[in-house]
């Protein structure tokens, strides 16, 4: 699978949503998989709520993902202080 660089969490809502389909699983089944309730799920995949790092690592895992950090495409190799919109 192509790694997906995510910006923002609509997108990776979107994804994590895709992902569940795939399997054919209910947002309960991923709730149930991942330790939590299924109104967290929802609010995870329409960004309705940032949730806290290891709630989203469980989902992630649950979903037999990982999740990892990459650098940048193009990005000059010693840039000042990142912008908000540069993260975000």
């Not at 699983?25 to 309705?48: K, M, N, V, Y």
Request: proline share 8%; no cysteine; hydrophobic share 40%.
């Amino acid at each position: 699978m192509d790694q997906i660089p995510f910006r923002d969490a609509v997108a990776l809502g979107r994804e994590i949503r895709r992902s569940r389909k795939a399997r054919g699983w209910s947002q309960g089944d991923l709730a149930r998989l991942s330790g939590t309730d299924p109104r967290q799920i929802s609010r995870i995949e329409t960004a309705a709520h940032e949730p806290k790092l290891s709630l989203l690592l469980a989902v992630v895992a649950a979903l037999d993902l990982d999740l990892g950090l990459m650098p940048r495409r193009g990005a000059p190799g010693q840039t000042a202080r990142p912008r908000p919109e540069d993260i975000f």
